[in-house]
Structures are given as structure tokens and as C-alpha cells.
């Protein structure tokens, strides 16, 4: 039931993940981030089991913190993502296995930034556009005919806001609100949360705003 969502532009990356906690059918809260940083210049989206993701994320998090007290720098965001990787991937063949998908998105000063799906088996790519979860199955199309290279962070945001409506359109589960955090060479922030309260008339209506005015535009909604 959980929905995690990655874009990577020229020189950011942006994820955004629903808030909602549930055990079976039963809506527990809705304040559950699922976006962790990592460091300065990376995050880490995790779903899957509850205590999983919570237990594997702080692992990853506290390692990579010990390597850069330990070496004076921070890993790559290609260095974390296969670092992450491959403890995902040696837990899987313990009795210790977590069931833990990630998005993993990081900036670094040479290699630009970057943006990882990692799977609940430890198999990795670098990726421009990437979801785990229910919503995602909604949301491959829209990211495959919007998305380009020189993507600005204002336009990847309508790029997700155009996922989530898609998301609470056709999905009957209630994913009513997302985070929304965007890394690049400033370090990690996080923007405006994406509801129902946030939309605006284009995006209710599925048209796409000026600022992607070379886009085509959708139907509005009956």
C-alpha cells in the first residue's frame, strides 16, 4: 500500500513518498516519512516491511556516517547505492533478511547527481525516473513522456504532482498526502508537501502549467 517516487534533472534529484501507516485495512497515521537522509548530499526512500525499513535505513545511515569520520569525505552517491546494495543483498542470504525496496538519490561535486532503484533482492541501476509500491504502477507513463535531461525542479514537481493525482485517482487506497524532498549541490530540502490542499486548477484538470508549456496537454477530469 506504500508509494515511493524518484526524478533525477540536470543537477537534482527529487523524491516523494506518501505519509500513510497501515496494518492490514486498518489506517494507523498519516505523518509516516518514509524519505531518510543519509547525509548532507544524499537520501534514501525506503517501503516494505515496517520495522525493516526503519532498522535498515539507520544501519546504512550509521555506516556511512562512520566512513566519514572515519576518512575525512563522504561516499559517492554511486559508492552508498552499491554499499547499500550489497548489504541488502548479503542479509537476504542470512536468517537476518530484510524486505526492504529503496530509492536511493545523491549529489556529488563530479559525478552530478544520481538516483538508484534498488530492489527488495539487492539488484541496482542508476535510473532518471523510478517508483516502488502500488502508486508506482500509475506512474511509469507519465514519468516515460515528461521526462527529459534538462528537467527543471519546478517542473519535476509538476511532473510528481501529476503522478499523485493519477495515484488518488485510480488507486483505491487513499495515498492523500506525499513528501516531497529534493537533493542537489546545496544539500537536501524538503518542499512543499504534495495533497489535495496543494493542487491548483491546471493540475486538477491534468493541463500542464506554463513553466512546461512544450509539454501536451491532458483532458481535465470528469
Given at each position: 500500500m506504500e508509494t515511493i517516487l524518484g526524478i533525477k534533472g540536470s543537477n537534482?534529484?527529487?523524491?516523494?513518498?506518501?505519509?500513510?501507516?497501515?496494518?492490514?485495512?486498518?489506517?494507523m497515521k498519516d505523518d509516516q516519512s518514509k524519505i531518510h537522509r543519509l547525509s548532507e548530499f544524499s537520501m534514501l526512500a525506503a517501503v516494505g516491511d515496517g520495522g525493516d525499513t526503519l532498522q535498515f535505513t539507520d544501519y546504512v545511515a550509521?555506516?556511512?556516517?562512520?566512513?566519514?569520520?572515519?576518512n575525512g569525505y563522504h561516499l559517492s552517491p554511486r559508492?552508498?547505492?552499491?554499499?547499500?546494495?550489497?548489504?541488502?543483498?548479503?542479509?537476504?542470504?542470512?536468517?537476518?533478511r530484510y524486505q526492504v525496496s529503496m530509492l536511493m538519490a545523491g549529489y556529488d561535486a563530479i559525478e552530478g547527481s544520481d538516483l538508484?532503484?534498488?530492489?527488495?533482492y539487492g539488484a541496482s541501476?542508476?535510473?532518471?525516473?523510478?517508483?516502488?509500491?502500488?502508486g508506482s504502477l500509475f506512474?511509469?507513463?507519465?514519468?516515460?513522456?515528461?521526462?527529459?535531461e534538462d528537467l527543471?525542479?519546478?517542473?519535476?514537481?509538476?511532473?510528481?504532482?501529476?503522478?499523485?493525482?493519477?495515484?488518488?485517482?485510480?488507486?483505491?487506497?487513499?495515498?492523500?498526502n506525499f513528501d516531497v524532498f529534493v537533493v542537489d549541490q546545496n544539500g537536501t530540502q524538503q518542499l512543499e508537501s504534495i495533497?489535495?490542499?496543494?493542487?491548483h486548477a491546471d493540475i486538477l484538470c491534468l493541463s500542464v502549467p506554463e513553466s512546461m508549456a512544450n509539454f501536451t496537454k491532458f483532458r481535465c477530469l470528469k
Open positions: 537534482f534529484v527529487m523524491l516523494a513518498c506518501d505519509t500513510m501507516q497501515a496494518k492490514s485495512v486498518i489506517f550509521k555506516h556511512l556516517q562512520l566512513y566519514r569520520i572515519s559508492g552508498a547505492a552499491h554499499y547499500t546494495r550489497k548489504n541488502l543483498a548479503d542479509y537476504i542470504r542470512t536468517n537476518t538508484h532503484y534498488i530492489d527488495s541501476m542508476s535510473i532518471n525516473h523510478a517508483g516502488h509500491g502500488l506512474c511509469g507513463s507519465i514519468f516515460q513522456r515528461y521526462w527529459r527543471s525542479q519546478a517542473e519535476a514537481y509538476e511532473i510528481l504532482q501529476m503522478c499523485v493525482v493519477e495515484i488518488q485517482k485510480r488507486l483505491v487506497i487513499n495515498l492523500r495533497n489535495p490542499a496543494s493542487f
